[in-house]
């Protein structure tokens, strides 16, 4: 059974990127999580969530597929793993959080940094990633 929200913090709450990954952009609402913190990831221009003194925001994402959900566990680094956290408003939702030995880095990623210097390029990656893992199931 897929969970049934997913909160989205850093890339995936990009309309180009989801579409490149699942061809859509889920039914979504703005939302926020208090004691989380959105980070820097060591030579990545994506983030990681962990646990910090801060409110991470970004989107609930809703009625994901199963499928869906298959191709972003695919998708997601394994520096991550699905946590369910606690939003300020009172829902819940799961998250890619950075699991306890990741590395992270001391600043707050910048999602209009991302945006500005890295979104093109980072949909592409992805389009390139979505047409090999299709390729590997096809043949698999």
């Known amino acids: 059974m897929a969970p049934e929200a997913l909160f989205v913090y850093g890339s995936l709450q990009f309309p180009d990127v989801l579409f490149a990954l699942i061809d859509r952009v889920p039914d979504h609402e703005p939302a926020a999580a208090k004691g989380w913190r959105v980070a ?27 499928e869906e959900w298959r191709v972003l566990d695919a998708f997601e680094d394994p520096v991550y793993e699905l946590t369910r956290i606690d939003l300020i408003d009172g829902r819940h939702g799961w998250a890619y959080a950075c699991n306890p030995d990741a590395e992270v880095g001391a600043d707050d990623w910048s999602a209009e940094e991302f945006e500005t210097r890295h979104l093109p390029a980072y949909v592409e990656r992805c389009a390139a990633w979505r047409r090999r893992y299709e390729n590997q199931a096809e043949a698999g």
């Open 40 to 66: 820097t990831l060591p030579e990545r221009v994506y983030p990681g969530l962990v646990s910090g003194e801060a409110t991470a925001r970004g989107f609930l994402l809703t009625g994901l597929a199963p």
